[in-house]
């Protein structure tokens, strides 16, 4: 397929996931989820616009709470794969960890929902046991078994 074709049917898709590394990894689900083929490539987009915008949000903070250890002074571009996998997938996983004491996120949209009742506002979220939370839950393997 053409790249700029490509580019030109993401550009048209609303609602891109903002976790969409996570989930096309398999480290995390959601039920929100919508899987498009273009191609040899696969594109996720939210069928929900009130959860994709929760979604934007809590990725935008893990980014900015993410940058200590991620080893960067602020994050305000692109980040490679794996800082951005580390990010997603340990933040997301990690959240659970702090919300449940568990680390299996089966669906991205409840997770937020709960850590809402739980905390209220995402700026009360606890970012520091979050990122704290990452390391471990980020190279943990779910068995498939």
Not at 16 to 25: A, D, I, R, V
Not at 102 to 120: F, H, M, N, R
Request: aromatic content about 10%; proline content about 5%; charged content about 15%.
């Amino acid at each position: 397929m053409d790249e700029h074709v490509y580019r030109q049917v993401l550009t048209s898709t609303p609602y891109l996931c903002p976790f969409e590394k996570s989930l096309l990894s398999g480290c995390v689900a959601c039920l929100q989820v919508n899987s498009r083929q273009i191609a040899e490539r696969e594109v996720l987009s939210c069928n929900s616009p009130f959860f994709w915008l929760q979604c934007v949000d809590l990725r935008d903070s893990f980014r900015m709470n993410f940058t200590f250890a991620l080893g960067k002074p602020h994050i305000d571009g692109p980040m490679p794969h794996a800082q951005e996998m580390r990010m997603q997938c340990g933040g997301l996983r990690g959240l659970q960890f702090v919300l449940a004491g568990d680390v299996v996120v089966s669906d991205v949209s409840t997770l937020i929902l709960q850590a809402q009742k739980q905390y209220g506002a995402l700026a009360q979220f606890p970012f520091m046991q979050i990122v704290h939370a990452s390391k471990n839950c980020y190279s943990y393997r779910v068995s498939t078994v």
